[in-house]
């Protein structure tokens, strides 16, 4: 016989509301797991968001970028004559360069001619012919800082479109900066008077009462030669022209002008 019944309590089968329901054991079981949500699609373009990948939701090293093709490394042959090359080349224009500057410093130049006078020592005139002595002394300047040794000079007398002749100057020498006088003397043998031509006006009549003028005309021509750094010869030359007048009365020299 079963236990008699604690007081308050019945010994029939149906549950009392106060206990709790007994599990079965179909009830023991757990619901499933929801499913888990969908994974998404990788970015087509990861670069598009630099080294940060969506898919993963991490930080991932960049890609590599691709490596060069390997470089054939220069002959040691090639680099040498290049670099001798280079070398000769900025000798060559250093020495142009210093040659130019040397060249502007030190060029050469030709002599400054100054006549200082002109006259006629002797003089003869019959039978409308004329012989006098050509004298003509002049300062020849040197502008180079190198001596300037003249030769060659010579003085040449012309008269009415005539070469009456040429006399040389002796050769000398004259020092950077220094002027030195220099004068030439030439024989003029029996020449004609040239016909003065006859007055048409009043004009005319009055330019023919002056004293006719006879012109001569002289060339004095200085050749030379300057050392530039006493290594290099520059030939340098200058020549004045003058045109003198002189009477044909008494071979007064009237005027010169050069």
């Given at each position: 016989?079963?236990?008699?019944?604690?007081?308050?309590?019945?010994?029939?089968?149906?549950?009392?509301?106060?206990?709790?329901?007994?599990?079965?054991?179909?009830s023991?079981r757990?619901?499933?797991?929801?499913?888990?949500?969908?994974?998404?699609?990788?970015?087509?373009?990861?670069?598009?968001?630099?080294?940060?990948?969506?898919?993963?939701?991490?930080?991932?090293?960049?890609?590599?970028?691709?490596?060069?093709?390997?470089?054939?490394?220069?002959?040691?042959?090639?680099?040498?004559?290049?670099?001798?090359?280079?070398?000769?080349?900025?000798?060559?224009?250093?020495?142009?360069?210093?040659?130019?500057?040397?060249?502007?410093?030190?060029?050469?130049?030709?002599?400054?001619?100054?006549?200082?006078?002109?006259?006629?020592?002797?003089?003869?005139?019959?039978?409308?012919?004329?012989?006098f002595?050509?004298?003509?002394?002049?300062?020849?300047?040197?502008?180079?800082?190198?001596?300037?040794?003249?030769?060659?000079?010579?003085?040449?007398?012309?008269?009415?479109?005539?070469?009456?002749?040429?006399?040389?100057?002796?050769?000398?020498?004259?020092?950077?900066?220094?002027?030195k006088?220099?004068?030439?003397?030439?024989?003029?043998?029996?020449?004609?008077?040239?016909a003065?031509?006859?007055?048409?006006?009043?004009?005319?009549?009055?330019?023919?009462?002056?004293?006719?003028?006879?012109?001569?005309?002289?060339?004095?021509?200085?050749?030379?030669?300057?050392?530039?750094?006493?290594?290099?010869?520059?030939?340098?030359?200058?020549?004045?022209?003058?045109?003198?007048?002189?009477?044909?009365?008494?071979?007064t020299?009237?005027?010169?002008?050069?």
């Open positions: 016989m079963p236990p008699p019944a604690p007081p308050g309590r019945s010994h029939s089968n149906e549950a009392s509301p106060a206990d709790p329901p007994i599990a079965s054991a179909s023991s757990l619901p499933p797991p929801p499913p888990p949500p969908p994974r998404p699609r990788p970015s087509p373009h990861p670069r598009v968001y630099g080294d940060y990948d969506p898919a993963e939701g991490l930080r991932r090293p960049p890609l590599p970028l691709p490596l060069p093709p390997p470089r054939r490394p220069p002959s040691p042959c090639s680099s040498a004559l290049a670099s001798c090359l280079a070398a000769t080349a900025f000798l060559l224009l250093s020495a142009g360069g210093a040659g130019a500057a040397l060249f502007l410093l030190f060029r050469p130049r030709p002599p400054d001619i100054s006549v200082a006078g002109v006259r006629l020592p002797s003089f003869s005139a019959s039978n409308g012919t004329v012989a002595t050509f004298e003509q002394t002049a300062a020849v300047r040197n502008p180079n800082r190198s001596p300037l040794a003249h030769f060659d000079s010579s003085l040449r007398v012309a008269y009415a479109g005539g070469d009456l002749g040429a006399v040389y100057i002796p050769a000398g020498l004259i020092d950077g900066g220094r002027t006088h220099v004068s030439a003397v030439f024989d003029v043998s029996a020449i004609p008077v040239a003065q031509p006859q007055p048409q006006g009043a004009v005319e009549a009055a330019q023919q009462a002056q004293p006719p003028v006879i012109e001569v005309r002289s060339l004095l021509v200085v050749k030379g030669r300057v050392n530039v750094l006493r290594v290099l010869t520059h030939r340098v030359q200058a020549a004045k022209l003058c045109r003198v007048g002189v009477s044909p009365l008494d071979g020299v009237l005027g010169f002008r050069c």
